[in-house]
């Protein structure tokens, strides 16, 4: 069974800093592109960033010069570093993972159980 596993969240004052992790875990011969996303009380979840297994990354708009995604493909681990954040960053974050498996080559996706993340002085 493959199962992603988010870590490194928490409480941070504005302008703060905090990195994210998401670790792969299971029977699986591929990870292509990894993710993050994230939903606020009252709104959708929306995508924050993505990367390829070729090291292309995809930043919201709203995080741009802020965050920085990267991954470990030896740990099939995704990361996020999150800098200068702002009370608007406040939200529950998700791993996201396309990864393919014998009975599924193509890959399907899968989903953390998230990560909380609060903005505050």
């Known amino acids: 069974q493959v199962q992603l596993v988010e870590s490194g969240g928490g409480l941070v004052q504005p302008g703060g800093s905090l990195r994210l992790s998401c670790a792969a875990s299971?029977?699986?011969?591929?990870?292509?592109?990894m993710g993050w996303y994230r939903q606020a009380p009252g709104k959708q979840r929306e995508v924050v960033a993505t990367?390829?297994?070729?090291?292309?990354?995809n930043y919201a708009d709203s995080v741009k010069g802020r965050f920085t995604i990267s991954r470990d493909n030896a740990k099939n681990t995704v990361y996020l570093q999150m800098n200068s954040l702002q009370v608007e960053d406040t939200a529950v974050y998700y791993c996201?993972?396309?990864?393919?498996?014998?009975?599924?080559?193509?890959?399907?996706?899968?989903w953390g159980r998230g990560t909380q993340v609060t903005v505050s002085s």
């Open positions: 996201n993972a396309r990864i393919r498996t014998i009975w599924t080559p193509r890959g399907d996706d899968y």
């Open positions: 299971g029977r699986f011969i591929g990870i292509n592109t």
């Open positions: 990367i390829t297994a070729g090291d292309t990354t």
